[in-house]
């Protein structure tokens, strides 16, 4: 928004009526908007984000993956080919785009954790708010939830799931979404949707259902292991009965190793007050004092019911173990699922007329890694939130501009996450707001290099670690075994060779001493994170703590 001119007032001369009304022509003119139009052209705005996503796992990124949705962007927009987040964790790194803060700034550095409200750094949608724009949320993850503080300037915050899950589909969360659009299209809007499906367990929702459950030699359900939670009401019979667990699609061939894990498995009375006694009986693994059970491909559980017929319900709630050769795929079928739905939500934008008015800006929150590197005990790393190498931190980044502005493009230079507050407000013509760090995208100065200091954070992270990426170098420092890594980006992309020697030469001595003094600043001024009840139980349940 731009400021009001400085009009010079002739001398001795009073302001008539006439005077007053252009005047006041006037500053309504210049405090308007610049992209301001009549409602039938006013532009909406749609920030996509993409959970959990590599950007080697996108087509517009040279990779095998079949997205020709999110590529159709691409071919029509600008691709940011070396977008980075700060931090490989769901809700800060959603936090560094609404409010364009690092974590340390908002003090947010764990899933769980609340970004506190203050108003001297509001979340960008407020200006969207204060523009006349009906804002709304459609949110994927429970990490997302409104308790934990992003829903700030938001008409409609959609953040339910189903009875003992704390995740949507794409399809799901399509259920929900393209029925509010149909029914604002004649309002300008923005809008935040949120897909999070190639999170792991990476179970594509139209994966067959593995399991089969018979009580006594019957079967009563097929059950799907997506880390849902599954309610199993069972008609017993007085004196002993038998509970089978059949997964007879394993990837594991060998009957007598896990084939899945349940990290919830408890029965609940639903009539009379009797117990029934559980026998594990064949085919479950379970070490010492751990919660959880690992099943084989047959697991019977024998129960005892020493007092008439009675019904009870079983709950539980398990994955597939899924070995490492096979995850990679099922990884990219994840993508590919969420690239589909997201196909629907853009027929449903043309549909309805709204595809030429609509800006649309897609990022990935953070990567994942899929095995590259080792685990703290030499294991291949399945996941996020642990390191910084470039797999857990190289997001997409694709901005289609409505009604095709501007010419499709791809950049090289290196961007943020803080970047996307600056850059909405740029392309909608609104003022950006003080407290941003980040800045616009649009006319980026070719050839910009700019740092990036990243970090990840206990509990979620096995230790905090810190890193400075400037292009071609990219350190990283594990204060607690006081370790450096250091990678040159521009030969070994892949961060495989550890070049950090106590010789350092410029530039790498100064990154090393701004990495440090970074490291510093963050550990002294950091509020350890405390979680709740409720926060604990989600976290658990979507794998983030044991």
């Known amino acids: 928004m731009r400021p009001m001119a400085m009009l010079e007032r002739p001398s001795r001369r009073c302001l008539t009526w006439p005077d007053f009304w252009i005047l006041s022509l006037l500053a309504l003119v210049f405090l308007a908007p610049s992209c301001s139009r009549d409602r039938g052209q006013t532009h909406n705005f749609i920030l996509m984000t993409l959970d959990t996503q590599r950007a080697d796992f996108l087509g517009a990124y040279a990779s095998d993956t079949q997205t020709p949705n999110l590529d159709s962007l691409a071919r029509s927009g600008i691709v940011y080919e070396n977008c980075y987040c700060l931090i490989p964790t769901t809700l800060p790194s959603h936090a560094n785009m609404l409010f364009s803060e690092a974590p340390h700034r908002l003090q947010v550095f764990n899933n769980g954790q609340v970004v506190l409200a203050d108003d001297r750094r509001p979340s960008f949608v407020q200006v969207f708010k204060s523009q006349g724009y009906t804002t709304a949320a459609f949110l994927s993850l429970g990490v997302l939830k409104k308790r934990h503080g992003l829903s700030e300037g938001f008409d409609v915050y959609q953040d339910e799931f189903p009875q003992g899950r704390f995740y949507l589909t794409a399809q799901e969360l399509n259920r929900n979404l393209l029925p509010w659009i149909e029914e604002h299209q004649d309002e300008p809007f923005f809008l935040w949707v949120h897909y999070s499906d190639p999170h792991e367990p990476y179970y594509p929702p139209d994966s067959p259902k593995e399991m089969k459950v018979f009580l006594n030699d019957t079967q009563i359900a097929e059950i799907s292991l ?10 017993l019979k ?7 667990f059949e997964i007879p699609r394993p990837y594991v061939r060998d009957r007598r190793k896990k ?9 609940d ?21 751990q919660k959880f059970y690992g099943v084989s491909r047959t697991a019977i ?45 853009l027929q449903s934008l043309q549909g309805l007329g709204l595809f030429d008015r609509t800006h649309l800006l897609v990022i990935g929150d953070h990567g994942e890694g899929l095995g590259e590197y080792p685990r703290w005990d030499g294991k291949p790393h399945y996941g996020h939130t642990h390191y910084l190498q470039g797999v857990y931190m190289h997001v997409p980044l694709i901005i289609r501009p409505a009604a095709l502005e501007g010419d499709p493009r791809r950049v090289k230079d290196v961007v943020t996450t803080l970047d996307v507050a600056p850059t909405i407000m740029h392309m909608m013509g609104f003022r950006e707001l003080r407290h941003f760090q980040g800045a616009s995208l649009i006319d980026l100065p070719p050839g910009t290099n ?27 420092f594990t204060p607690v075994d006081k370790a ?44 350890d994170p405390q979680f709740d009840k409720q926060s604990q139980r989600m976290l658990k349940a979507l794998g983030y703590i044991k």
């Open 301 to 345: 559980l024998d129960v005892h019911n020493p007092q008439g017929p009675r019904k009870i319900a079983l709950s539980f709630r398990g994955k597939i173990i899924v070995p490492l050769q096979h995850k990679r795929g099922r990884y990219q079928n994840e993508v590919e699922y969420m690239d589909k739905h997201i196909g629907d939500l």
């Open 450 to 476: 700019r740092k990036v200091f990243q970090q990840a954070h206990r509990p979620l992270a096995h230790k905090d670690t810190f890193a400075l990426l400037h292009y071609p170098w990219h350190i990283i």
């Open 238 to 244: 007085e004196g002993e009965n038998r509970l089978r």
């Open 484 to 527: 450096y890594e250091l990678y040159d980006l521009s030969r070994d992309p892949g961060e495989t060779q550890n070049l950090y020697d106590e010789s350092l030469a410029e530039p790498v001595r100064s990154l090393k001493a701004e990495l440090d003094a970074f490291t510093r600043k963050v550990l002294n001024e950091k509020i």
């Open 269 to 289: 009375k639903i009539e009379k007050e009797q117990d029934v006694t559980l026998d594990f009986r064949k085919g479950w693994h379970k070490q010492g004092n």
């Open 226 to 235: 997506n880390k849902s939670l599954n309610h199993l009401e069972l008609e």
């Open 259 to 267: 084939v899945a894990l349940f990290d919830r498995f408890s029965p």
